[in-house]
Structure formats: structure tokens, C-alpha cells
């Protein structure tokens, strides 16, 4: 008999999670780590939920059998063969926690493999991703003009065992007109979402505070839950400061191996704001290869913008000068700060 667990206990549990939903589901949004078994193709769960809905239980049900009958023997060696690398018990859910996960969850019992089940399915998962929004996190804000270092500078925290979560590698976006070019495809808000709970709820034994990026509500096509970007602007926030030419130096490591295209859509997408004369004077320095000039003309508008967002908010818990300095060195002064 397979075993219904809460979403904590679900989530807590060792094992593969398998998602039985159908695969445009598991794109919309997933648990992640989760490996998609479908019990139904998209257009097979659209026939069986339109005969439901038309006709009832029982016609719908008997459909379904007729569509998965034939690939049990291919679902089942599926389910062994997660099993066999799975670090624990195989972890089952559906949308509902209803007859989807119930089905494989047969399938898996009559080989012998013993499952764990989400009650409530996905749907409850989502209800305690929106919940980790709500709660109240001791967030504290990394601040700086473009090319500082920030996300370094929070990998190498981490590293040096402090608490952070990292906002951009989640959205795989940089936040910027930029910041997409050389990145995987973005996940969806919904996805996003997921992500940030998962990484957030990470942290929850950590020692206090949680170090992130100071973003926009928007990186890139995804969203911040409203309830935490709320709690993100009245945090404190330590700023780090760096010379330009250290900044431009460091753009151009990270965008000069993108594809100079790439570059000058993403320079053209900022012209209502860089206006026609510092476009041109941008995308043709990118053009003739100079990729400083472009930097530094480009960085005169974000400078701009930042400072703009600074002086909305209370002043700065600390300033850090960072010229010189590697990641590791800024984490340990950030570190220092923790009690402060």
C-alpha cells in the first residue's frame, strides 16, 4: 500500500519524484528534480477530461484503460528503471493526488516497488510554494552598479557557508536588456516560483541573514512573488563599489564571447532610454569591436537607473570598496557583517 505523505514530508523524503502529469503540464511547472512519466499524452488527457466532463466517470475511466493498456509493460520498465537509481523509495504525484497517481502507483506495488505518494498533488505542492512567500525571511540585500561582481560575490558566501539564494541563476537571467544572452532558455514564472520556495526553504536553517541580489520585480520574463519583492525593498542593503574601468573590464569577460547580434538587439531594445545618439554611438562601437566604449556609454544610463532606486530607499547598512579585491575576500567582509 502506498504511503500519503503531507508536501513537508513529501518534499523531506529521499527518492526520485515522478511526475505522472502529462508532459505540457511538467513544462508549465514541476517540482524540480522531478523526471516525468505521463500517464497521458497532452491530447489524451484532453480526450479523457472532455469524456468526463460529457458523459461521466465511468466512460472516461474505461477510455483511459483502453489508452494506457497498451504501454503498461513499457510504464512498468520505466518504473524499475527509475527505481533501480533512486536514493530511496520512488515519490508519485499527479495534479489532485487523485486517480493518476493512484494508477502508477498500482502499476509500481504489482512489481513489488514501494512508492510514496503526495496528497493533494501538485496542486497542495503549489499551495506551499505561494505559502514560503508569505512567511517572513531575515533577507539582506547585495546593492551595486552593473559589473560589481554581486553574483560572485554571493557564489563565493555560500561557499564560505553562508545563507543567499541566488535570484539570477534561478531566472536564468542576468536582469538586464543583456542578461539573457548566453543563458538557457528562462524557466516560466510558474517554475521560478518553484525554484526560489525550494531555495529559499533551504536556507532555513542557516545562520541568519539571507544574502540577495538587489533586483527589479522582474528578471527577465520572470516575476518576484509580490509578498517577498516586498520584504526585499525594506530590508538593508550593503553596497559595493568598484572603479568603472574594473566594471567595463568585467562586462566585457562576461558579453564579449556572445554573439555580437545578440549585442546589438539587446543595445537596440534599450534606445527609448539610452535615446538615438548613445544607441548609435553604442551599437557602433560594437560593431567596430569595441566592446569597452559600448560598455562604458551603456553603463552611464544603469548607473543612472541605480542610483535612482538607491536614493528611494534608507541609507545603506555599510559600503564596501571592492576595487582589487576577489569574491572571497568581499564574502568574508559581507560575513563580518552578519551581527551587525
Excluded at 21 to 46: C, K, M, T, Y
Excluded at 112 to 125: A, H, Q, R, S
Excluded at 160 to 185: I, K, T, W, Y
Aim: aromatic share 6%.
Amino acid at each position: 500500500m502506498a504511503t500519503n505523505l503531507t508536501t513537508e514530508e513529501f518534499l523531506q523524503a529521499k527518492g526520485t519524484v515522478v511526475d505522472v502529469r502529462s508532459p505540457s503540464e511538467h513544462a508549465q511547472g514541476r517540482i524540480p528534480g522531478s523526471v516525468n512519466l505521463p500517464l497521458f499524452s497532452d491530447e489524451e488527457r484532453a480526450e479523457v477530461g472532455t469524456l468526463y466532463k460529457k458523459l461521466g466517470r465511468q466512460p472516461s475511466v474505461q477510455r483511459g484503460l483502453e489508452l494506457v493498456g497498451p504501454r503498461l509493460a513499457q510504464m512498468g520498465q520505466q518504473l524499475l528503471d527509475l527505481s533501480s537509481t533512486s536514493q530511496g523509495e520512488l515519490r508519485l504525484h499527479c495534479w489532485r493526488g487523485g486517480m493518476r497517481s493512484a494508477s502508477v502507483a498500482w502499476l509500481a506495488e504489482t512489481l513489488d516497488l514501494e512508492v510514496l505518494l503526495l496528497k493533494g498533488g501538485y496542486k497542495y505542492f503549489r499551495r506551499w510554494v505561494l505559502g514560503r512567500f508569505e512567511q517572513s525571511w531575515p533577507i539582506r540585500l547585495l546593492g551595486g552598479g552593473t559589473g560589481c561582481g554581486k553574483t560572485d560575490v554571493l557564489i563565493a558566501l555560500a561557499e564560505a557557508g553562508g545563507a543567499m539564494v541566488d535570484l539570477e541563476g534561478l531566472a536564468n537571467h542576468r536582469g538586464s536588456s543583456f542578461g539573457g544572452l548566453g543563458q538557457q532558455p528562462q524557466p516560466s514564472s510558474e517554475q521560478f516560483e518553484n525554484r526560489l520556495a525550494m531555495a529559499l526553504e533551504q536556507q532555513r536553517g542557516c545562520a541568519a541573514p539571507i544574502w540577495v541580489e538587489a533586483e527589479s520585480a522582474q528578471i527577465g520574463r520572470c516575476r518576484l512573488p509580490q509578498a517577498l519583492f516586498k520584504q526585499m525593498q525594506q530590508a538593508p542593503v550593503v553596497v559595493l563599489q568598484r572603479p568603472t574601468e574594473e566594471r567595463v573590464a568585467a562586462l566585457v569577460d562576461v558579453y564579449g564571447p556572445q554573439d555580437i547580434g545578440g549585442l546589438l538587439d539587446a543595445t537596440e531594445r534599450l534606445q527609448r532610454r539610452l535615446g538615438p545618439q548613445r544607441t548609435l554611438e553604442a551599437t557602433t562601437c560594437i560593431k567596430n569591436g569595441d566592446l569597452a566604449g559600448a560598455c562604458k556609454v551603456i553603463l552611464e544610463y544603469y548607473d543612472r537607473c541605480y542610483d535612482h532606486e538607491l536614493s528611494r530607499r534608507a541609507p545603506p547598512l555599510a559600503t564596501i570598496e571592492v576595487s582589487g579585491l576577489a569574491p572571497n575576500q568581499v564574502a568574508e567582509q559581507l560575513m563580518a557583517l552578519k551581527s551587525a
